[in-house]
């Protein structure tokens, strides 16, 4: 799972009840002394802890680093680009002002993180397999779902077959007889919506090349996907909890795959775009720009 090393500590908050005791123990030592952990060994972290090395390690590579030398190099990083901005939960009787103010900060935070935990060559990996497919299919469920017609909307543009059904029974018939090469994006920002696990397992077994879009940390529709995207994972909230934040940082990991995929051949992609805006103009009676 290797992703980027920025706002490390933001991811090891988001990820700490995915983890085992043992590594949750690890987790909060370097929560809480993050300049320390920065600069001592593994058996030392160990033993601060209350853990083992076998442990700290485990840890390391629970949270997407190669290993103990790389969280140390991720702390640094953090550390020197001084305090986060935050995420907050919305409370009874607060202003609108305090409420814009709220949001941007979540949003910016949602963001900060998942570029800090952005694969590129991930990205790179899907933007390829999405340009020689055949068909794409997109689905989600609520929220989700938004972000699978967006996909469906962007591929639509580059003159893909691309398909956002939300009966699942529809999806399902028209995989079975999809050509060979076609993708199939599973997203679930909870990782745990059994539509989507369930498709993503019909998908590999009809021979479809899958993609697991997720909130960051490993799950098993991650471990039975081809290929993982992922976005932070902001702490749990009353209000938050309905997709805020979290949808941003979604449709952000959307449009950074749609670039590095019209970048692939750009004089086509522009060609192609040029040309699906001029229908729209003509069909609303706008003039060309």
């Known amino acids: 799972m290797g992703v980027g090393v920025g706002q490390i500590l933001s991811r090891i908050e988001n990820v700490m009840p995915k983890l085992t005791q043992s590594e949750q123990k690890v987790a909060r030592f370097v929560l809480e002394s993050p300049e320390e952990a920065m600069i001592i060994s593994v058996q030392e972290m160990a033993a601060r802890s209350l853990s083992s090395s076998a442990s700290v390690v485990r840890f390391c590579r629970s949270i997407g680093l190669k290993g103990f030398p790389e969280l140390k190099v991720a702390l640094s990083a953090d550390l020197a680009q001084g305090q ?3 995420y907050f939960d919305l409370n009874k009787n607060e202003n609108t002002a305090e409420i814009v103010d709220k949001i941007l900060s979540n949003v910016i935070q949602s963001l900060k993180d998942t570029v800090g935990q952005l694969d590129v060559a991930m990205i790179e990996k899907v933007a390829h397999s999405l340009y020689m497919a055949p068909v794409i299919f997109a689905y989600g469920i609520g929220a989700s779902a938004l972000v699978a ?22 999806l399902t018939m028209s995989m079975a007889n999809a050509p060979k090469g076609s993708v199939f994006i599973g997203i679930s920002y909870s990782a745990a919506t059994k539509e989507v696990l369930e498709l993503m397992k019909f998908a590999q077994k009809s021979g479809l090349t899958t993609v697991s879009f997720t909130g960051f940390g490993r ?13 932070s994972l902001a702490p749990e909230a009353k209000v938050r909890s309905a997709a805020t934040s979290s949808k941003h940082s979604q449709f952000f990991v959307v449009d950074v795959l749609y670039y590095a995929y019209a970048s692939i051949n750009i004089n086509d992609s522009i060609d192609k775009i040029t040309r699906t805006r001029k229908a729209t103009n003509e069909l609303k009676n706008l003039p060309e720009t």
């Open 149 to 170: 017609e967006d996909i469906a909307q962007k591929w639509l543009r580059m003159g893909k077959n691309v398909y956002a059904f939300h009966d699942t029974h529809v």
């Open 84 to 86: 986060k901005t935050g």
């Open 219 to 231: 799950s098993e529709l991650s471990d039975i996907s081809d290929f993982n995207l992922f976005t």
